[in-house]
């Protein structure tokens, strides 16, 4: 970030008083990893996330001192901007990249990566580290239990490995909803449910539509028949039959992938789909069962990450990020501010003639209104 860029912006934050504790800090490239730090950034900015990561450093020192995994260099990397004296400038994530490309070969390379397929590695990786701390503790009160046990003759107790893999972590507090896969046999009219758990949902694109024309879309009813027919237990033959994905459990954060990557046969390869899709400020769930709970939880955007370019295996990622009342764009080590009404600029392509450098958003990130 430029001197005279950093200076101002840092300016305009020391005038705002709202924003006393923020800190707005660039993260250095290593060669390709705008993909790592433009998912970094949109999580740093989803409160309920930092503070858990935040929370679990100051806890961690109780697991045995600091262990070295991709949730600790995470959570030293969230810590370390939190304690900055400076509001704005930049920091280097190499703890963080290094690990990152040690723990998993695919991103240990100077090709272009994907945003999402990072998104979805990080909150698995933390996901199980939580549950494997989970397991040490539960190994140590067992452990400490039956040393008491031994002298009260009183039965211990301890949590099996089975009860530690299903336990929901603080990730699954934030990130999980739930979905109910609707099947109706048009023969029996029997309707078949069953439920799945996300942490976010990927839906595809169109031409010049809205993030809930897409969510419409996603859970529109569908005929199985041909090929596709359902075996139906009740008739104990394949019919023909309606599908259909509602949401049961809307998460308190909702990530949202655009399906901008689409395989082509007649290329041989994937192309990119700049289509402009239209997100809003703030969102309602529509479609959603009759009883889910917190079905009218009103969300607000809170962070984007925006793929840059013509193609996926060519092209950089950034990030729009709200602060309290107002955005900033991260790329890489640059910060700026920018206006609400620039927004609509990532939206995407509506003209297929235009330049194909498009800006378009490719994960965003709804906060739950409390």
């Not at 479609?287 to 370019?309: I, K, M, W």
């Amino acid at each position: 970030m430029g001197a005279n860029a950093s200076t101002q912006l840092e300016k305009e934050i020391t005038a705002d008083h709202v924003l006393a504790d923020e800190h707005f800090y660039g993260l250095i490239n290593f060669g390709n990893t705008c993909y790592c730090n433009s998912v970094i950034q949109a999580l740093y900015f989803c409160k309920p996330f930092r503070e858990k990561i935040l929370q679990y450093k100051q806890q961690s020192k109780k697991f045995g001192g600091q262990r070295d995994n991709l949730l600790t260099c995470l959570a030293d990397l969230f810590v370390s901007i939190a304690n900055q004296k400076r509001r704005v400038g930049t920091i280097a994530p190499k703890r963080f990249v290094t690990k990152l490309k040690k723990e998993n070969d695919l991103f240990d390379n100077f090709m272009q990566q994907d945003a999402h397929e990072f998104f979805n590695y990080l909150l698995n990786a933390i996901s199980e580290t939580l549950i494997e701390d989970l397991r040490r503790e539960s190994q140590k009160n067992s452990v400490s239990g039956k040393r008491e046990t031994s002298q009260s003759n009183g039965p211990a107790q301890s949590v099996s490995e089975n009860e530690t893999s299903t336990q929901k972590t603080w990730i699954h507090e934030i990130f999980q909803g739930t979905l109910t896969n609707e099947t109706r046999c048009l023969n029996c009219e029997t309707i078949s449910s069953k439920d799945e758990d996300f942490l976010d949902l990927s839906v595809d694109v169109q031409p010049n539509v809205s993030i809930t024309y897409c969510l419409r879309d996603f859970s529109n009813m569908e005929t199985l028949c041909g090929d596709q027919k359902y075996y139906c237990e009740n008739c104990c033959s394949k019919q023909e039959a309606q599908k259909r994905m509602r949401i049961k459990k809307l998460p308190r954060l909702l990530a949202l992938h655009l399906k901008r990557f689409k395989y082509v046969e007649q290329l041989n390869r994937y192309t990119k789909l700049s289509y402009r899709v239209l997100f809003p400020m703030e969102l309602r769930l529509f479609n959603v069962r009759d009883d889910a709970t917190n079905s009218d939880r009103l969300y607000d955007l809170v962070a984007v990450v925006v793929h840059c370019g013509s193609t996926p295996n060519r092209g950089h990622y950034i990030t729009l990020v709200k602060s309290h009342s107002f955005w900033l764009l991260f790329d890489d080590d640059i910060v700026d501010k920018i206006d609400e009404a620039a927004l609509e600029d990532f939206f995407g392509l509506s003209d297929y003639n235009a330049p194909k450098n498009s800006e378009s958003a490719y994960i965003l990130f709804y906060q739950a209104r409390e």
